[in-house]
């Protein structure tokens, strides 16, 4: 059973620039979330995809965008790059919703604005 | 605003004793709780979940115990082990608003060391 993945681990970007983050979800999972961990904070809630919809939405601007394709894995782009944007982006998928489908995280990607 | 709150940033056991890790909700609207482990460069990882219907739920040297009234859980590791020596978070969901989800609130989390 092959788990979450993400690409890239690292990357640095400058102010202003745009950036695209790539998950691929746990195999048979059809549900892809995103959490933003700034330093000495837990994770915060981005959005939620579920059959290629999104379901959900945390308290994040518009400029935090994102896709979900068939195969179920999912890409995160921000436009318009912030310092406070410099954080450990984390994806999650399960097996549909509820309760009984507890998130598997991957080991997220580092970004960092400068 | 936050919702859950792990008011111990850091918590130094010795090996073979009792953990016990805190956390506190605001939110008597969450409905189930969650705790999960996160080692450094990795994600984090599940570790046990607790309803709001239960005040108790046990997994092998993991409880977590559920005090409705006073909007308060913890998590108990029973021995403690050097492995265990990470940061844990605890989090809370709403299953019941705004329809189905497994949007989770997480606290700033708790470092654990467990010394040999």
């Known amino acids: 059973e092959t788990g979450v993945t993400q690409s890239p681990t690292h990357l640095i970007k400058t102010r202003g620039q745009q950036v695209t983050l790539r998950c691929s979800s746990q195999?048979?999972?059809?549900?892809v979330s995103w959490y933003q961990q700034a330093l000495g904070q837990g994770p915060q809630f981005i959005f939620q995809y579920y059959r290629e919809e999104e379901n959900g939405r945390g308290n994040f601007p518009p400029r935090f965008s994102g896709l979900q394709f068939p195969n179920y894995s999912s890409e995160l782009n921000v436009n318009a790059l912030e310092l406070d944007d410099s954080a450990l982006y984390l994806c999650?998928?399960?097996?549909?919703?509820?309760?009984?489908?507890?998130?598997?995280f991957g080991n997220g990607t580092r970004l960092t604005v400068t | 605003d936050q919702q859950v709150k792990q008011n111990s940033p850091s918590l130094s056991v010795q090996e073979g004793r009792i953990s016990i890790l805190n956390c506190d909700y605001t939110n008597s609207m969450f409905d189930y709780f969650l705790w999960y482990k996160k080692y450094p460069a990795e994600g984090p990882t599940f570790l046990i979940s607790i309803s709001s219907i239960k005040d108790k739920n046990e997994d092998g040297r993991f409880t977590v115990f559920l005090n409705k009234s006073a909007k308060h859980l913890s998590l108990h590791i029973v021995p403690s082990q050097p492995g265990d020596s990470a940061v844990y978070f605890c989090a809370a969901v709403i299953m019941n608003y705004g329809g189905a989800t497994n949007k989770l609130i997480f606290g700033t989390g708790t470092l654990l060391a467990v010394q040999p």
């Open positions: 999650a998928s399960s097996l549909g919703l509820g309760q009984g489908s507890p998130l598997h």
């Open positions: 195999s048979g999972h059809n549900t």
